[in-house]
């Protein structure tokens, strides 16, 4: 079984830059999740797509981070403008017997 | 809200020691519990998961773990380590939607083994 798409693996750039990362679940996986995970610290949601609606959207910092899952398949998660504490691995993840994630995007904001 | 506690930082163990990592977490109500484990460069895999019943689970690659309920624990060990369990370890927990739902993970406890 294919895993969880994500690209790219790495990006920098300066900070009021914008950016965007890209997340193809496996198939089939009605649910999708995208963590941020700073270094030394454990992943945390930011989103959480049920099919291509959001489920919980709390922890998303909304007045620059924004995500899509127009068709329920892939999403596309975006900062604009980024600041230099975003700089983190996003990762993306999917569920439906189990959850899977992605090998992230590893963010560097300079 | 729910939290998740992972006691050590870095431990640095020899090959063949015992291993034995901490997790609590802050939840009454029902929870499935996690561990997942993420070697350099790679994405986060799932060593095992308590969602009910014998609460000593036995996962991936010689671990295991034992969900204490009274403790609020999901403490992880392994008999025996090796070089290629050089690695970062997570605990993470969920409010029982079993495979759905917001994970929360502890920050991580970095396991080094000498070989």
């Known amino acids: 079984e294919a895993g969880v798409a994500q690209s790219p693996r790495y990006k920098i750039i300066e900070k009021r830059q914008s950016v965007a990362f890209w997340c193809n679940p496996i198939s089939g996986h009605a649910t999708l999740y995208w963590y941020q995970q700073i270094l030394g610290q454990g992943p945390k949601l930011l989103i959480q797509?049920?099919?291509?609606?959001?489920?919980?959207d709390s922890q998303l910092p909304k007045d620059r981070f924004s995500a899509e899952r127009l068709k329920g398949v892939d999403s596309t998660l975006k900062i604009q403008p980024a600041k230099l504490e975003d700089s983190a691995v996003y990762l993306c993840a999917s569920s439906f017997d189990g959850y899977t994630f992605g090998s992230g995007t590893r963010l560097t904001v300079v | 809200a729910q939290s998740v506690s992972q006691h050590n930082h870095h431990v640095i163990l020899s090959e063949a020691a015992s291993l034995e990592l901490g997790c609590n977490y802050s939840?009454?109500?029902?929870?499935?519990l996690f561990w997942y484990v993420q070697y350099p460069g790679q994405h986060l895999q799932l060593l095992l998961k308590y969602f009910s019943g014998d609460p000593l689970v036995k996962g991936i690659k010689g671990f295991e773990a034992e969900f204490i309920k009274s403790k609020f624990s999901f403490n992880l060990r392994k008999p025996s380590v090796q070089w290629s369990d050089t690695a970062e370890y997570f605990c993470?927990?969920?409010?029982?939607?079993?495979?759905?739902?917001?994970?929360?993970f502890g920050k991580g406890t970095k396991l080094s083994v000498k070989p």
């Open positions: 993470a927990v969920n409010d029982g939607g079993g495979s759905q739902g917001n994970l929360i």
């Open positions: 939840y009454g109500g029902t929870v499935n």
């Open positions: 797509f049920q099919n291509n609606g959001v489920v919980d």
